[in-house]
DNA sequence: AAACATCATTCATTAAACTCATGACTTCTT
DNA sequence: AAGAAGTCATGAGTTTAATGAATGATGTTT
């Protein structure tokens, strides 16, 4: 945690510009100084790090290995700093960036519709969302904060619980109406289950829930996404088990009819997850306080029956 | 690409330790200097971005939202820097580390099997390997190179060819021996075809190159991975059209058969690709060098009849 | 109320970075 | 082939930046 070893940025910057000309000259005219002063910042370099980093052969200037390696690293630091400070100057401090990265269909049909709202509530804070179907790491990509569905274990992470999920049965109209009546999960058995790749076994925990053990729970077709599988249902492919939330408009237009009144709550939820050495970002902060506000308005709406989640965040 | 509104690096250091102790006086400890140099460093930072970074209430430091928000930032950028410095220290600037991107079934099967050789003639290079099916971000990502399957169009990148890919249908004996003769590709007609998720027209090419107009090309299971397919074809679940090398195990063993004698060649081929700001590092044009001698003396065995692909590459 | 913190400030000192002038060598030009 | 022009290196002196010591101002703790 301690920067003793990194050499002063005089002596990087000077190194990056010789590098980049391949001249000690033009890089004293870029970096406005003599070329004795660069001659003598490189030395000086190349004195503490015991390394040389350029050959010197006929007056002409060649990186060694090593200097190669070195300035495409040391570059990657200035670049970041300078983008750290331009960035500063430019925002003052205050709102910025908040790259957030998010389920495509919870994007589009939960996040997207209310984002507005935050937008206007706090101009400054520019939020830009990323897609994401699978895990991550915040080590090496860059995201300030994400959100995503399963349990809260993540290390290096803080977790926020947003919601649980209502999983409904749901079909298109004219498999409900034309053929077999549906009125006991029994009668599935005549009907395909849609299946969605990323909850393998959604279909079996509901069939369990239900004491239905003589369907096979992993028949059917299987999709990547939440977009695609709404679209087999809509389209009359199939019976899909979805979050009552995320198909509210095509169930109160009728496209989608519930099968069953009861619903079955997952174990999993969403969560907004981000790195612990972020706590302190204020943007995220803000947006955290907000998405929380707004989960819990949602969560009161969908399950009236569970608990005011504000409880659980006492900081807001 | 010049680095002017980067601050001081001593600067830098002061106010990192200065937020990380939220005191002057324990940064001054740490850093070995006395709380006055401290004091005046943050100051004069202040001045020279033209905001305040700590809030001096009441004889306590607090961060400014700017202060929070710019010091997570400049810590990524010296932890940048004496990550740089420390590996050069290491390595002493020969060899060192690379990654490596990769589609997982070449590198299990085409490239880990070679890659001892290269170990063994550069003990001091270090190549990681991960795996990648989709396209990703060089940018963002870290990764210094990657083995793709595609055209050479990535733009900001050097790609090099490495090698074409003879498709060829292949099953398992038992669907071979047991049911219909496959004489012909018409024959297929009443057999599965495998597909690949990645390369969805794999078979309606193959097809069309003989002359085969009806069979649905697109009917089949699909497979994320080529190893999945593989799998597939050799529990009997059909036939797949696989790049020869890929299976070239399989086939010797019997546990696959190829169909039809002659193969098809592909439009696409496999590219080692890096971005241009990487093409002086030492230790990735060694291995770049290595990897397409590799690739010549493959492309040799698996199609005597293409030029040698030595030629391509005047510079090895 | 006294003792002990903390950050801020002034003045003198030390260390770092730089300029100037010049030398040694190489490459280009005529 | 010789001179001009360019390159990096270096010694001596100057300028600039960073620091230390002492002290002040303000708040906290006992």
Redesign the pocket.
């Known amino acids: 945690m301690i920067y003793r070893y990194v050499p002063?940025l005089?002596?990087l910057r000077?190194f990056e510009s010789?590098a980049r000309h391949?001249?000690?000259?033009?890089a004293?005219e870029e970096?406005?100084?003599?070329?004795?002063?660069v001659?003598?910042?490189?030395?000086?370099l190349e004195d503490e790090l015991g390394i040389r980093l350029?050959e010197?052969v006929?007056?002409?200037?060649v990186l060694t290995e090593a200097g190669a390696s070195y300035v495409l690293e040391v570059r990657k630091g200035l670049d970041q700093l300078k983008a750290a400070t331009l960035n500063l100057l430019a925002y003052q401090g205050v709102g910025g960036e908040l790259l957030l990265a998010c389920l495509p269909t919870f994007g589009s049909r939960w996040l997207i519709p209310r984002l507005g709202r935050f937008t206007s509530q706090h101009p400054e804070i520019n939020v830009n969302l990323v897609t994401r179907i699978e895990a991550f790491n915040f080590e090496s990509e860059d995201i300030d904060a994400a959100i995503y569905f399963g349990d809260s274990n993540w290390p290096g992470t803080i977790s926020d619980k947003l919601m649980g999920e209502e999983m409904i049965p749901v079909c298109s109209p004219n498999i409900f109406n034309d053929r077999q009546e549906i009125k006991k999960p029994e009668d599935l058995r005549h009907h395909t289950l849609l299946q969605l790749r990323s909850r393998p076994y959604a279909w079996q925990e509901w069939l369990k829930s239900k004491d239905t053990h003589d369907i096979n729970p992993a028949a059917g077709p299987k999709f990547e996404q939440f977009h695609m599988i709404i679209n087999a249902a809509l389209t009359g492919l199939g019976v899909a088990l979805l979050p009552a939330f995320l198909i509210k408009e095509e169930l109160s237009q009728g496209l989608l009819v519930q099968l069953f009144e009861d619903s079955v709550r997952g174990r999993n939820a969403y969560y907004l997850v981000y790195p612990e050495n972020k706590r302190g970002l204020p943007r995220l902060q803000t947006f955290r306080r907000w998405l929380l506000r707004e989960a819990s308005r949602h969560e009161m709406n969908y399950s009236p029956q569970s608990n005011n989640k504000l409880q659980n965040h006492p900081d807001i």
């Open positions: 002063s005089t002596a000077t010789s391949m001249s000690f000259t033009k004293a970096l406005n100084v003599t070329q004795s002063a001659s003598r910042q490189i030395r000086q350029f010197r006929r007056q002409r200037l």
